[in-house]
């Protein structure tokens, strides 16, 4: 059976970890990699590192970030902000990346999803999305992080990028980014509609109905936990073999969504 | 130089820093190598592999690392093939066009089922975490490649395609996508697979690469 992936965020800006509002107002809460880390111990399916500011002062800061992370996480780990070509592509995979996760160069040249699909394989290419309502049932596509408008329709654009080779869509909703309100359910379902490759849920988790109601109305494929503090103490041994067993659906969902496991250091 | 405990077989495709971190973590000397001396010298040979079959088994035909791979297999050395590498330990491979494999096992590599025994759709690349259970007449783990590893513990798939062995007694565990079984980890003699990639499973990952190890 499959099953839902959770998978934690970490934007970054320059060298440290930052926790965005609405993808605007951030602030920082500490180091990556030992927030990565601590995902990782903590039993996050994945882990996704958006450079936030990267597309805007057009640089990439994120190599390095990655390659220390890489030497003690070992799950699958996606890189976005700032990847603008192939070569950035393969600068960040040969730091330890498994895949990369691409938006404003995407949209301002489509071509650059099947260079980088071809080059690396679909499964390397994640499409990131950025998408704000506009009316009932539709959405325009942002760059940016929210900042730019680019007269796409979120439905179409995911569409045509799949077509290109995109082999995952990172589908983030500006509207409730940092709210805690629940997922845009009705854009997921708009989007798992329409293509049949994974589908990652972001923005707005805040209770586990949100995450029950995203998957099982949105058919979301993974979601994003981006405050998946999570303790330690949560590890389990599996008795009989010693090995971690990964931590139950449940118990996990409740603390990716429970604010009383963000600490005091975090939102400081 | 130490004989290293693993050798991780470099012939130009992909990543290998996850692969060799993770050994590394388990406490193996590793050496990251396309020299033939180093591979047939060490105690384990990994045969990692990302991307489309036709390009990685061409690769590794040109740089002429496939006979050693096969030469280290023949002198018992445990091999140890991940996702593409597991897929190329076979005879061949439909992706793209067919394509003449390592022949270690017998088999022919297909893709995954895009439509489920029931009629579903299923999404492919087949990506997330599926757990592990014993293949059709396996009775037990012990002394495998699964020798700490629980039925259940989920591990990392990403894929499009998979390998079955044409031998029942090949199959050692497999996962369910949608509600076809995909064979996970393959063994014949010293010759292994495994579909999912273990440097990426986290702790149920790691204990996979530690027994391999033990072997």
Redesign the interface.
Known sequence: MRSTRLIARLDIKGENLIKGIHLEGLRVIGSPNEHALRYYLQGADELIYMDCVASLYGRNSLGEIVRRAAQDVFVPMTVGGGIRSVDDAAYVLRHGADKVAVNTAAVARPALIAEIAQRFGSQCMVLSVEAKQIAPGRWEAYTDNGRERTGLDVVEWVRQSVGLGAGEVLLTSIDREGTRRGFDVALVAAVTAEVSVPVIASGGLGTVAHLVDVVKTGHADAVHGGRAALRPSDHRRDARGGGRRRPEREDLCARLTSPSSITASEIS | MRTPDVAVVDYGVG?L??VQ??FE?CGANVAVTGDAQAILGARHVVLPG???FPVAIGQLRASGLDTIVRQAATAGIPVLGICLGMQMLLDESVEFTPTAGLGLIPGRVVPVPAVSASGE?Q?????????LRPAAGVATWQNTLLA???EG??V?F???FMAPPRDAADWLAVT???DQPIPAVIARGNVLGCQF?P?????????VLRSFLAL
Do not use: C
């Not at chain 2, 999404?123 to 757990?131: A, D, E, F, L």
């Not at chain 2, 440097?199 to 204990?207: D, P, R």
């Open positions: 990543n820093l996850s971190r993770a973590h990302v991307g489309a759709p999404k492919i690349p087949h990506i997330g975490w599926s757990p700490a590893t629980s513990d989920a990392y990403v894929h499009s369910s996508y949608g990639h440097e990426k499973s986290g702790e149920a990952g790691l204990t």
